[in-house]
């Protein structure tokens, strides 16, 4: 993936669910998203809290054209929404690279979940 075309990464990307987003709060999310959302607490937030995720999330996807990805197992509510804010910074071509790492998190936890199955 990591010398796929720049399209086929956008593709894999622009799969993921925005957090606490729609999704989500539908409860529509697969069990393994659900349950990596609840690890980092983003299944107890406030009203206040949900809407400054929805605000980031929209600030992000204005600037990027692509879902805020991050592996939710490895981090907390205040670590993702700082990471939101760190990563708001980047250029395009970092916060491919940035969210493609992410997704290689999320995937090498998963895969090592089915194997102590």
Known sequence: MREAPQERQLALIRAHPDLVGRT?????????????????????????????????????REKFSFPFVICARLNKKDAILAGFERRLQNSPEQEILAALGEIFKIAELRLRDLTLQ
């Open 24 to 60: 989500a709060l539908a409860g529509t999310l697969t069990r393994e998203s659900t349950g990596e959302q609840a690890s980092a607490g983003l299944n107890a937030l406030s009203p206040a809290e949900i809407a400054l995720f929805q605000k980031q999330n929209a600030a992000y």
